[in-house]
């Protein structure tokens, strides 16, 4: 893939994105677009490739670009956010309509429901463009993370204008469909998430690597993700004291990540082996020589980090809050334990550790699971519902919608689902 420029206030144009007749243009507006940095958006990249195989033209607008992208990126004002540097405050900018204009989308998909989200969303309505929103954070779980419960509320209030606004809902697993649909928002789609086989290999395992942590004879229990209290981390703190305390000894924790609560994990995990941040090879050996994927987080919309373990041959143990509970339903490659019940995740890691034949097992179903879990096969099935709402032409304002989310219409005054 051929590399460009850092992308800036203009677009990124290249000579490798070859300007031809395309079926429809779709415009992609994201907070972040660093690849590999979470699930989310290393789903819109997958998705941007397989769209790109498909003839279609397709831009993004982002407040985070990455440094070389495949296709042109337009740069939206932004600013860290206070909690959490690694992502951004987006604002809405003057430039954007001119930008969208230029570029003339049949199709805008808003990937982040922010202040800049809330701008195309009000640049679609003005124009007619169908838009299609991908539900891949569940921002309201979050917020009591942060001592901010009083405002779950009007979250949804404003969630429900926003996603309703649009022709379009797409959410990674059922549980979350059915949390959407609980608050009162309409026109859902499942659009999953795949897997790449020959990136995510029990072939990578790699002696030396599991050497160079001092664990050569050890079992690896690994966490693979950011390192936020959201994610639940305490109760991986809590089976590291237990197993120290009372075994199994013959254990090592790697942690590949990185965040806010680095410092602290650190301190109170002195044994265990912290990777920082991790792509490409480095990131397939690491799941690849682990033993037991240990991932407790009670937020995640769906958890590419148990399909890349399960692809790896790695068991996981997740929590039943989620959506990574239903990975572990289908395949039959883990456990699941209680939310929050730090003994029960302890007693899952110990099985798949001290019983060899139940690991065979639960590692056999994940590997089946997995070679099921292809990218385009998944995408192309979004891709046929975006042809379909493109086909439809443009739309006049639904009856009752508002331009501004300034009145929360009724569930009433909505059309059934697409």
Known sequence: MKKTKPPNRSVNRHASFHHTARPFRVAIYCGTFRENQDGATKSIYELIHTMRKNHIDVRVWTGFPPRSAPIPVYKVPALPLPLYSDYPFTLPARMIPRQLDDF??????????DLTGTAFM??????????????????????????????????????????????????PTKELMTKLQENGIHRLKIWSRGIHRDHFHPGFRSPALRASWNAPDKKIILYSGRFVGYKSLDVIVEVYRLMRKKGPFNVRFVLAGDGPTRNELQRMMPDAVFTGYLNGRALSQTYASADILLFPSTTETFGNVVQEALASGVPAVVSDEGGCKEIIQESQGGFIARAGDTEDFYRKCRQLISYEVVHR?????????????????????????????VGRGKRP???????????????????TPV
């Not at 304002?397 to 059309?415: C, H, L, N, V, W």
């Open 397 to 415: 304002r639904r009856q009752g919608q508002p331009a501004i989310p300034g009145r929360y219409p009724s569930t009433a005054e909505y059309k």
């Open 361 to 389: 097992q639960k590692q056999h179903n994940g590997l089946a699971f997995a070679e099921q879990r292809d990218w385009d096969t998944i995408n192309r099935d979004l891709i046929e519902t975006y042809r379909q709402l």
């Open 122 to 171: 009000k640049y679609a309505l003005r124009k007619g463009i169908p838009v299609s929103h991908c539900y891949h954070t569940d921002f309201p779980a979050y917020l009591k993370y942060y001592k901010l419960s009083f405002m779950t509320r009007p979250a949804w209030r404003y969630l429900r204008w926003l996603l309703n606004s649009g022709d379009l809902v797409c959410a």
């Open 104 to 113: 003339r989308p049949n199709l805008i998909q808003i990937s982040t429901p």
